[in-house]
């Protein structure tokens, strides 16, 4: 009897009735059964043999990794995506099923060994070629398929990147990794830049920031009139600094940045004129923004 129809079959009976169908099924099991299944355990401590059934199915931490890497290696030699002897159509299909267990699995451990979160940088390297660069699978939107952003994924990514190392040095390696890896179709660079930002709790971080995203920029500024590329990349660099300014309150850092280092790399000077206003509203400084607006109608920006 399948335990959808076991369930329905209860229903029917009042309390004093399960309870004799309970005691009349363990006098009919043998003494091993009842030993072996734990059956004392579940009928005194009926929670804790829950829990113990549940870290049960949770893999080791070692088998997490090595299970991870395999599915890593198998995606990057195309065995999801072709017909494959070690894969099956199944498989193929339902690769995403796969891909939610193991990243439930990765999520219960990689705040416990550094292996775990190594695991996790190349499960997220993993899904963002698939989505951006190469066809890995049989479908090209892996973050929708398993039902998280990349934005999400890489914000978790970078806290461990924080834990990881001392000083500054994670910070570098978020905003390189922000800079390089292939973004899905929901995603903007920007908003990888910005969940950099979301991991600085110091306004010293926040210089720190500042700073590298302005490096990164000004190797890319003698390239965006000849690279619709770099240009872009450019103009998302710029907003995220603008936006941390404006959130360290440096006003009129940030307005200087915005005519001098923003709004001439874009053709149409109304477009990043708007962002900024838009950024002022959603940080609540009325003022500014009415400001800005004056400033703008004596550019003659039309906005």
């Not at 070692?62 to 990057?76: H, V």
């Not at 070629?129 to 049989?138: K, R, T, V």
């Not at 390089?180 to 991991?199: C, G, M, N, Q, Y």
Request: glycine letters at 4%; hydrophobic letters at 40%.
């Amino acid at each position: 009897m399948r335990i959808r129809k076991l369930r329905l079959l209860l229903e029917q009976y009042g309390d004093t009735t399960l309870r004799d169908i309970i005691v009349e099924i363990y006098r009919q099991l043998p003494k091993q059964t009842i030993e072996d299944k734990e059956l004392d355990l579940m009928l005194s401590q009926f929670a804790k043999y829950k829990g113990l059934q549940k870290e049960q199915e949770q893999p080791t931490i070692e088998q997490t990794i090595e299970q991870t890497e395999q599915f890593i290696q198998l995606a990057y030699d195309g065995e999801y995506l072709e017909p494959s002897a070690i894969v099956s159509v199944r498989e193929q299909k339902n690769w995403y099923v796969t891909a939610k267990r193991l990243l439930k699995h990765l999520r219960h451990y990689v705040g416990r060994k550094n292996g775990t979160r190594v695991a996790f940088e190349e499960f997220f390297f993993l899904l963002s070629s698939a989505a951006g660069e190469e066809p890995l699978f049989l479908s090209n939107d892996p973050f929708r398929l398993i039902k998280v952003s990349q934005v999400e994924l890489f914000q978790e990514l970078v806290g461990y990147y924080k834990l990881d190392t001392s000083g500054n040095a994670w910070m570098k390696r978020a905003i390189y990794t922000a800079l390089k890896v292939p973004i899905d179709v929901d995603t903007e660079r920007s908003d990888l830049f910005l969940a950099v930002l979301e991991h600085c709790e110091t306004r010293q971080e926040r210089e720190s920031y500042l700073s590298l995203l302005n490096m990164h920029a000004k190797k890319l500024q003698m390239n965006v009139r000849i690279d619709a590329d770099k240009l872009i990349l450019y103009q998302e660099i710029r907003f995220a600094e603008l936006h941390a300014l404006i959130a360290l309150r440096e006003l009129e850092r940030a307005e200087t940045m915005l005519f001098t280092e923003y709004i001439p790399y874009f053709s149409h000077r109304s477009t990043p004129f708007r962002y900024y206003l838009d950024l002022l509203e959603q940080a609540g400084l009325d003022e500014e923004h009415d400001r800005i607006e004056r400033v703008g109608r004596t550019k003659h920006i039309h906005f």
